[in-house]
C-alpha cells in the first residue's frame, strides 16, 4: 500500500470511527414524560426523566406524583441503564432504549414509553416550608404491646373502597380475628381526592363519608387508620399533608381515626434526609394536639436511624425496611434488615419490617408460617394484608396461631437478633415471665434437624414447660435437649417457661 493510501485509510477509519462514536451516544439530555394511570381523584400521574449527558456518562433523576430518585449511568448505542444514586445496588435501577425519538424504560417490573416533555408536564415542587426546631413530643402511652391489625396495601393496593373495607370489618369479626388481637383496620393509600382553596382536603368517590365509615368500623368494635404523608404526595401521587399537617391531624381526629401511617414518600422533594426528625416531630405534635389518642406509625424505610428517635417524635412505630413482597426472600431480607434494630425496641416503640403477607399466595404455608413467627419473635407491629373475607383454613390456623401472638404480644417487648449456624438460623426472645421462645428458622431447600439444648437459653431460673408452638404440644426433652426434623423454610418454634 502507498503511503498515500495509507493516510486515506487511516482518515476513513478514523471518520467513521466517530461517526460509530456518535450512534454510540445518542443524545437523551433533557426532560422525558412518560404518562401513567389517570388517579382516582381525577390527576394524571407521570414520570419525568430529567437528564443531563456528556459523552456516555448520564446524571439526572427520575421524579414522578409522589416520588423521586436521582439517577447515573451510561448510554451504548441506543441502550442505557441508570442507577439510584441514593443507594448502592447491583443492578440497574433502570434500563431503556431510544429508538425514533422516543424513549422505553422498565422499572419496577413495568415498561413505560415516553416523548419530550413541555412545560406543563413538569411536577411543580412547592417551596420549602422550614421545619420546627426540635423538641420532645410528649408519649401518651400508646402501642404498650405491638398493634395488631390489617392494612389495605399489601392485597388490594389503589382498590381500597368503602365497601370493601366494611366487608374486611365485618369479616376481621366473625373470622376471629378481632378477637384474636387484630383490631386496627387501617387504609393506606389512594382514599384522597383534592384539597380545596380553603385547605380540606377531601376524599376521592371510593370513599364517600370517612366519618362514616370510621363510625361503622367502630360499631364492630374494631379501631380504625389513616394514612398521608409529610412530602406534598403520597407515594401513590395523591395530595398529602405538606403544610397542612394540623388541619389534617384535625380532620382525621375528627372522621374518628385512631392510627396514622405517615409515609415519607414525596418529602423528599421538598426536605433533605436530616430534617425527617423536625418533620416527623411536626405531624407528631399536630396529632397530639387534637386530644385523641391516635397511633403514630412512622414509614420512612428506616432512614436515619429512626428506632434511636421515633419515640421522640411522638411515634409508637415506625418501618424499617423498604416495601414488602409476597416472595420468600423479601420477607427474609425485610427481617434480615430489621435485626440491628433490636436494642431500641420495647412497650411503645416498635419496628416494624412491614405488613404481613401470610394468606396473600406466593409462599408455601411453612414460609408463612415462618412469616409469622419471625414477626413475632422480632416484636413486630402484626398487620395482615390477606383478604380476611375469603381465607382458607391454613391461612386462618396462622393468623390465628393464639401462641404465636402471645409471643408477640409478650408484655417485655424484647426482640429476638439471629444467629446463623450452617442452614439454621436461631432467634430467641426473652419473655415476661423468665423463659424464652426461641424459633430455629431452615434457610435451607431440603429438611433439616434442629436442635434445642435448654442449658444454652437464658432463662430465668430452670425450665418448667417446653411447648412447640406450632403442633401446639408439649414436648419431652430427652438430656436437657430437644430436636426436630424442620421443613425447608420452615421454624421450630418453641416456648420455654420458667419456674
Ligand atoms: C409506600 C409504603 C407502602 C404503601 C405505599 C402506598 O410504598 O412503603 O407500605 O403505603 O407507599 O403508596
Redesign the pocket.
Given at each position: 500500500m502507498s503511503r498515500i493510501h495509507f493516510r486515506a485509510w487511516i482518515v476513513a477509519i478514523v471518520v467513521v470511527g466517530l461517526s460509530w462514536g456518535v450512534a454510540a451516544c445518542q443524545e437523551l439530555a433533557g426532560k422525558w414524560v412518560f404518562p401513567g394511570e389517570k388517579l382516582h381523584n381525577g390527576e394524571q400521574q407521570r414520570t419525568i426523566l430529567d437528564l443531563n449527558q456528556k459523552g456516555a456518562e448520564i446524571t439526572g433523576q427520575i421524579i414522578a406524583l409522589?416520588?423521586a430518585n436521582g439517577v447515573k449511568g451510561t448510554i451504548h448505542d441506543s441502550h442505557f441503564e441508570l442507577f439510584r444514586t441514593d443507594v448502592e445496588e447491583p443492578k440497574p435501577f433502570l434500563v431503556g432504549d431510544v429508538a425514533n425519538g422516543e424513549l422505553r424504560i422498565t422499572f419496577w417490573g413495568g415498561t413505560h414509553v415516553g416523548h419530550k416533555a413541555s412545560a406543563q408536564d413538569d411536577i411543580v415542587i412547592p417551596a420549602q416550608i422550614a421545619p420546627p426546631a426540635l423538641h420532645p413530643v410528649a408519649s401518651i402511652g400508646q402501642a404498650k404491646t405491638p398493634p395488631m391489625g390489617w392494612?389495605s396495601?399489601?392485597l388490594f393496593?389503589?382498590k381500597i373502597d368503602d365497601k370493601t373495607v366494611r366487608e374486611m370489618a365485618d369479616a376481621m369479626v366473625t373470622s376471629g380475628l378481632r378477637d384474636a388481637g387484630y383490631v386496627y383496620l387501617n387504609i393506606?393509600?389512594?382514599w384522597e381526592g383534592l384539597r380545596d382553596e380553603k385547605g380540606v382536603l377531601h376524599t376521592n368517590s371510593k370513599f364517600p363519608d370517612m366519618k362514616a365509615l370510621a363510625d361503622y368500623v367502630h360499631s364492630k368494635g374494631l379501631k380504625i387508620g389513616i394514612?398521608s404523608?409529610p412530602g406534598p404526595r403520597?407515594?401513590?401521587?395523591?395530595p398529602a399533608s405538606y403544610g397542612f399537617e394540623e388541619q389534617d391531624a384535625k380532620m382525621f381526629a375528627a372522621w374518628g381515626f385512631d392510627f396514622l401511617?405517615y409515609?415519607w414518600?414525596s418529602a423528599g422533594y421538598v426536605y433533605k434526609d436530616e430534617a425527617i426528625h423536625a418533620v416527623y416531630q411536626k405531624m407528631g405534635d399536630a396529632l397530639l394536639a387534637t386530644g385523641r389518642p391516635i397511633v403514630y406509625s412512622l414509614?420512612e424505610?428506616g432512614l436515619q436511624k429512626v428506632e434511636t428517635w421515633g419515640p421522640e417524635v411522638g411515634a409508637n412505630l415506625w418501618?424499617t425496611t423498604?416495601?414488602?413482597r409476597d416472595e420468600w426472600e423479601s420477607m427474609m431480607t425485610n427481617i434480615h434488615v430489621q435485626a440491628p434494630t433490636a436494642p431500641w425496641a420495647g412497650p411503645g416503640r416498635w419496628n416494624d419490617p412491614?405488613?404481613l403477607e401470610v394468606g396473600n399466595g406466593h409462599m408455601t404455608a411453612d414460609e408463612y408460617r415462618t412469616h409469622i413467627t419471625l414477626w413475632a419473635l422480632t416484636a413486630a407491629p402484626l398487620l395482615a394484608g390477606n383478604d380476611v373475607r375469603t381465607m382458607t383454613a391454613e391461612t386462618k390456623s396462622i393468623l390465628l396461631n393464639k401462641e404465636v401472638i402471645a409471643v408477640d404480644q409478650d408484655a417485655l417487648g424484647k426482640q429476638a437478633v439471629p444467629v446463623k449456624v450452617g442452614q439454621l438460623e436461631r432467634w430467641v426472645k426473652p419473655l415476661a415471665d423468665g423463659g424464652v421462645a426461641i424459633g430455629i428458622v431452615n434457610l435451607g431447600a431440603a429438611p433439616a434437624v434442629g436442635n434445642v439444648e435448654i442449658k444454652d437459653l437464658p432463662i430465668q431460673g430452670s425450665a418448667k414447660q417446653v411447648r412447640d408452638l406450632w403442633t401446639h404440644q408439649i414436648v419431652a426433652l430427652q438430656n436437657g435437649a430437644y430436636s426436630a426434623t424442620i421443613p425447608a423454610h420452615g421454624t421450630l418454634l418453641l416456648r420455654i417457661s420458667a419456674k
Open positions: 409522589g416520588w392494612n396495601w399489601n393496593a389503589d393506606d393509600d389512594t394514612y404523608s403520597t407515594c401513590g401521587g395523591y401511617k409515609d414518600c414509614c424505610y418501618r423498604d416495601d414488602i412491614d405488613m
